[in-house]
């Protein structure tokens, strides 16, 4: 059974900074897409970014383009978040999520395993 424990949310100004950590154990498979979600009080869960530990290939969304990356370390089971010039509109739920495989779906329904969430909020 995959378990995912994110860290590193908080509260940061507009315009400022902030990275994200998914640490993962219990993998059974050699690869996995994992992704970055986010979740606003009143709103859907959103797909933020991907990357397929495989080969590191990345997916984001287009709200993060050139703001948000996600990076990983395979030494330490690890995938990050770098989230950089944050505005309010990125205050959310920060959730972790894993699947088998390197299909690469910014969507909840594909994917198996998740975290319990980091909470990032965006406020002067």
């Known amino acids: 059974q995959v378990q995912l424990v994110e860290s590193g949310g908080g509260l940061v100004q507009p315009g400022g900074s902030l990275r994200l950590s998914c640490t993962a154990s219990?993998?059974?498979?050699?690869?996995?897409?994992m992704a970055w979600f986010r979740q606003a009080p009143g709103k859907e869960r959103e797909g933020v970014a991907a990357?397929?530990?495989?080969?590191?290939?990345?997916s984001y969304a287009d709200s993060v383009k050139g703001r948000f990356t996600i990076s990983q370390d395979n030494a330490k089971n690890t995938v990050y978040l770098q989230m950089n010039s944050l505005k309010p509109e990125d205050t959310a739920m920060y959730y972790c999520?894993?699947?088998?495989?390197?299909?690469?779906?910014?969507?909840?329904?594909?994917?198996?395993?998740w975290g319990q969430g980091t909470q990032v909020t965006v406020s002067s």
């Open positions: 990357i397929y530990t495989g080969d590191g290939s990345t």
């Open positions: 999520a894993a699947v088998p495989g390197g299909t690469m779906i910014l969507s909840a329904e594909w994917y198996n395993y």
């Open positions: 219990g993998y059974t498979y050699s690869s996995y897409c």
